[in-house]
């Protein structure tokens, strides 16, 4: 059995950044340059100045995208921008997405999830199937990111049998109970 846990994560105080929606990015690896200079030009505090920053003229391994995202970290929490939750969580979210290629008129999609840490485990266990190979250059990247930042703001999307639909309801704070999420677990 895959076990997750909740942590203490860290949350934009929406009465300094204003809507979500501005200071939010998809997944690093699906933005192009342009997306990328558009989202920087957003907001002040969009995601992606930790994310997938601007590479710089002058970058060395002392002072690169890595060291500035972890540098802006640091001031968002200093001035209060990104708060660290007092008590671990598991934390329930929604994406509202149009797919590529729709109609302009298209209804939009709905993706409900939670995010938690989870347990690694060894590929031949029997709980974890890849879906991917991840290249090795995309993965030196995130492990800079992590390490400058202590932090680590790609999480790995995951999928789970839930033929009952019970998990979604336990994590969504409007239908839950106040004791079902510290004890939940994802079984085969």
Request: aromatic fraction near 8%; hydrophobic fraction near 35%.
């Given at each position: ?13 929406q009465?300094?950044?204003?809507t ?18 558009r989202?920087?030009d957003?907001?002040?505090?969009n995601i ?22 972890a ?13 660290r ?35 690694l ?6 709980h ?5 190979n ?34 979604i ?13 510290p004890r939940?677990k994802?079984?085969?």
């Amino acid at each position: 059995m895959s076990q997750i846990f909740p942590f203490q994560g860290m949350l934009y105080d929406q009465t300094l950044v204003g809507t979500i929606k501005d200071v939010v990015a998809p997944p690093y690896d699906i933005i192009d340059t342009n997306g990328q200079k558009r989202l920087h030009d957003r907001h002040p505090h969009n995601i992606i100045r930790m994310e997938l920053g601007l590479d710089q003229t002058g970058d060395s391994p002392a002072h690169n995208r890595y060291t500035r995202a972890a540098t802006t970290l640091q001031t968002w929490l200093n001035e209060g921008i990104l708060k660290r939750d007092a008590r671990p969580a598991v934390y329930y979210h929604t994406i509202e997405y149009t797919p590529l290629y729709s109609a302009p008129d298209a209804p939009k999609k709905v993706l409900r999830g939670f995010l938690a840490l989870a347990k690694l485990e060894a590929l031949d266990s029997g709980h974890i199937y890849p879906h991917e190979n991840t290249r090795a250059a995309a993965k030196t990247d995130r492990l800079n990111l992590i390490e400058a930042c202590r932090s680590n703001f790609s999480p790995i999307w995951s999928l789970y049998s839930d033929p009952l639909g019970a998990i979604i309801p336990g994590c969504n704070p409007t239908t839950r109970s106040s004791c079902c999420l510290p004890r939940l677990k994802i079984q085969d």
